[in-house]
């Protein structure tokens, strides 16, 4: 058996090289058809995809946060923070306690900045920088880290006021610059710090005590509620179902839910449209190619039956339009493979200067080859089953009668 297959192979190709002139019209009549594809589905990867990963890294496309103030207690927060589509989750203070003066050595100037509560995980950060911990670090915003003229282990001294029992009362926190955030991941004057920190400054400027800074008031409240909080989901693909979530128990939140779907839906509707175009087009050709084969056996019913007449069984004449049509499948697939990179050397260079470094309009993964190759391979086989079916049929009485 194995002999005799390796004798139809021999057989196939030597056929396959005689009539290169209908080789070659095959093979290009399938690069015609696939490189097209090719160059049409590394638009739509590298269009769309482009915006997937624009929306996928950017943490604002994730973030959940409530619209106006409420009241949330621990209790409720950690309830949300264990879900599993939660990936960062930290209370808000009122605005107007979460804010604290800043100066530094090496600036003249006074700069306000806004607080925002950090911890372990926070989008907003990089993942290996150093977290604000504790009562005495932060971690400013590129903004505020300009205007104080301070970096990474620079002392800061930390101010704020209040009026109690009649009498303006103002302190001072030295605070140590644990790290500098990215350059955009808070436009404003501001800086990242803990939660506890954030609650000990509202609860100095509520009138609190506050004991581990030595700052006298009144008790502490037990029962603290937040107004907000500050939420990123695991995924962007969690963001509606999360907003729906919180819709059903009366909680009003702000996400760009309606901005990813439209990527969403925009990626879809071209995949569907790509994959009709491409069943389109592998059907009209694996039946173009099917027609031909079949033709070509008819056309060499004799030689084939005389194969019959020296000891090929049916099974391995079948194999005959197969390894053809393989043959072609692969050779088309390697035009159609060189078509589509020059296609996208000349569409990405013609865009280059709209692009960002190493950003391409037109791209594919090596896994889109191998895809493209196995489809392909997959209509050859399809075709050649047609031509095989004839091939079948063949009788070795027919090469006697032309014998």
Known sequence: MVRNMFRIFRLASRDYLHEWQM??????????????????FGLKFGIVGAMMDELIEEPGNREIRPVGS?????????????????????????SIA???????????????????????????????ASLPEGLDRVVLSHSSANKLDVGAGDVLDGSLARRFLGQLERVHLPLTVAAVAPDGAFTRDGAFVS???????????????????????LSADSNRTYPGFRLYA???????GMRDAFAAIGVDV???????????????????????????????????????????????????????????RTRDIVWFPMVQSLFTAMLGWALAVSIYIAAAWVINSMMAEQLAAGQQV????????????????????????LAGMRSARIEPSEGLREL
């Open 23 to 40: 080789s070659v019209c095959f093979v290009l009549g399938l690069a015609a058809v696939l490189g097209p594809m090719m160059v049409l």
């Open 70 to 94: 409420g009241r949330f207690d621990r209790q409720w927060l950690e309830s949300v923070r264990a879900k599993p589509e939660v990936a960062f989750l930290m209370p808000r203070t009122r």
């Open 98 to 128: 979460a804010t604290i003066e800043l100066s530094s050595e090496q600036a003249p100037r006074i700069v306000s900045v806004e607080l925002i509560a950090s911890g372990a995980g926070d989008p907003l950060l990089a993942a290996d």
């Open 195 to 217: 939660v506890r920190l954030l609650e000990a400054l509202e609860d100095f400027r509520d009138g609190r005590a506050v004991p581990e800074l030595d700052w006298g008031g």
């Open 234 to 240: 695991r995924s962007i693909h969690d963001v509606a």
């Open 254 to 312: 702000h996400t760009r839910a309606a901005e990813i779907e439209v990527v969403q839906r925009m990626d879809r509707n071209l995949t569907a449209i790509y994959w009709a175009i491409a069943v389109i087009g592998l059907v009209g050709f694996s039946l173009s190619l099917g027609a031909s084969l079949w033709a070509n056996v008819d056309r060499k019913r004799k030689q084939l039956s005389v194969l019959r007449l020296v000891g090929f």
């Open 362 to 385: 037109c791209r594919l993964l090596h896994v889109h080859y191998a895809i493209a190759l196995g489809l392909t391979c997959g209509a050859a086989v399809f075709a050649a089953g």
